[in-house]
Structures are given as C-alpha cells and as structure tokens.
C-alpha cells in the first residue's frame, strides 16, 4: 500500500506562482510513477502531469505546457509540481496519485494510489 499527502496549495493571483508537494510512503517511492490530476468544481478530474519512476520522462497536458514542472526527489520520496504564470482556470483541488507502472501514464484508471487533494484557488 502506498499513502500519499499532498501540500503547498493556497490563494494565488492569476499570473503567480505555487509548488505543491507531495510525500509518498509505504513503497519504495523510487519504483514509482507519479502524477499529478487536477478537478475544479463540476468539471472532470483531468490530467496534469507524469512522471516515470525509470528514464525520468514526463508528460504534461497541452493546457499547462511550458507553464508546469513536475520534478521528483527519491531521496525525499517526494514529487513536486512547480505552477508558474496561474490562471483562474488553473484553480481546483490537486490530486496526486502513483502507478507501479513504468509509463508516465496520463489516465485516471492508470494509476494505483491517490491522495485527498490540495486546494488552489486563482484570483483574478
């Protein structure tokens, strides 16, 4: 079983900045995939970010290209997503999840664990 905490959401204003974080245990974090989903209110969780646990490739949705980083440190078992120039339709609960898979998957069903979510909120 793999728990997994999310942080570091909070109010920003549109065209801001947040690192969110996310504190993996109960598996070797190194031999996991992580990603990162997002859902705002009335809307369908959607993909954000990937990162394969082997390779160090990543994915990222057309919608936050060039604008997020996802980053992992397996010394920390930790993943981050860095959100840089956030818009108000950047706004919703963030979700981190894990995959024991090796693809930096980009599906809901892909993945295995999923955290509670952290809130961001853009105003504008």
């Known amino acids: 079983q793999v728990q997994l905490v999310e942080s570091g959401g909070g109010l920003v204003q549109a065209g801001g900045s947040l690192r969110l974080s996310c504190a993996a245990s109960?598996?070797?974090?190194?031999?996991?995939?992580m990603g990162w989903f997002r859902q705002a209110p009335g809307k369908e969780c959607e993909f954000v970010a990937a990162?394969?646990?082997?390779?160090?490739?990543?994915a990222y949705s057309d919608s936050v290209k060039g604008r997020f980083t996802i980053s992992r440190d397996n010394a920390k078992n930790t993943v981050y997503l860095q959100m840089n120039i956030l818009a108000p339709e950047d706004a919703a609960v963030y979700f981190c999840?894990?995959?024991?898979?090796?693809?930096?998957?980009?599906?809901?069903?892909?993945?295995?664990?999923w955290g509670q979510g952290t809130q961001v909120t853009v105003s504008s």
């Open positions: 999840a894990a995959r024991r898979g090796t693809a930096a998957a980009t599906t809901r069903e892909s993945y295995d664990y």
């Open positions: 109960g598996r070797r974090f190194s031999t996991l995939t």
């Open positions: 990162h394969s646990w082997t390779g160090g490739s990543t």
